[in-house]
């Protein structure tokens, strides 16, 4: 929110289970995937609303959301 008004939303869900490149750049193996995929979070969804104009907010967004989401993790 900027100030008390929604700018955008954001989705996270789980990990793809198999995601080659990935993986790949990662540097996993079949049974590292496994154990640490749970460390792993997708962005489903991102969308800034169309009538906000705001210069780097989408870079603002997710550099909140890379913060944010291992605390909020913790709490589950």
């Known amino acids: 929110m900027l100030g008390k008004k929604i700018v955008a939303l954001l989705g996270f869900g789980a ?4 995601a080659a490149p990935r993986d790949n750049y990662i540097g996993w193996t079949h ?3 496994e154990r640490n995929l749970q460390l792993i979070v997708n962005n489903a969804r ?3 609303l169309p009538w906000v104009q705001m210069p780097n907010l989408a870079s603002m967004i997710l550099g909140k959301a890379v913060k944010r989401v291992p605390q909020v993790v913790r709490q589950l």
């Open 46 to 48: 991102f969308l800034i």
């Open 31 to 33: 049974r590292q995937r």
């Open 15 to 18: 990990a793809a289970w198999q």
